[in-house]
């Protein structure tokens, strides 16, 4: 059987592609989470379940199709005075960055067949890493299908 993941490759992968793009200028992009400082506007790579398959079964090394999920957190971080509204609508422009950055490059690195934003939860309020009063944070469901070969 073939061993691995496809997955640290994958998120250095759309780190750099996400800190590549222009619109995403100013907001920090990051491979963890920010453990040394929240900046207002963050997004970074977080858990990831997968499940494996073998598509074809015979003697020796095999390949196998991997499948996972990997959580990307979107986070815009205001003050009361800018109130939520505005956290909101901010965050959904960086939702979309992500969206736009995986439907332009499905393929990001050789052994991903497809990776796609297959949904979201939206949260509210104040976060931790924050001392602002209005926060609203997407957690992107990021589908991944990559086949490892031996």
């Not at 997955?7 to 491979?31: H, N, W």
């Not at 199709?65 to 800018?82: A, F």
């Amino acid at each position: 059987m073939s061993t691995g993941s496809s997955l640290i490759a994958f998120k250095q992968a759309l780190r750099v592609a996400l800190v590549s793009r222009q619109t995403l200028t100013g907001v920090q992009v990051t491979y963890e989470y920010p453990v040394a400082s929240i900046t207002g506007e963050d997004v970074w790579l977080g858990n990831a379940e997968s499940t494996n398959r073998i598509p074809v079964m015979r003697a020796g090394t095999k390949k196998v199709d991997e499948d996972y999920t990997l959580t990307v957190i979107v986070q815009v971080l205001m003050t009361q005075s800018e109130g939520q509204e505005a956290a909101d609508l901010r965050a959904v422009a960086l939702l979309r960055e992500v969206q736009q950055c995986l439907a332009e490059n499905p393929q990001i690195t050789p052994e991903i067949q497809w990776a796609q934003v297959s949904g979201w939860t939206h949260s509210t309020g104040p976060f931790e890493g924050g001392s602002s009063s209005r926060g609203s944070r997407f957690e992107i469901r990021v589908n991944v299908r990559a086949r490892l070969f031996p």
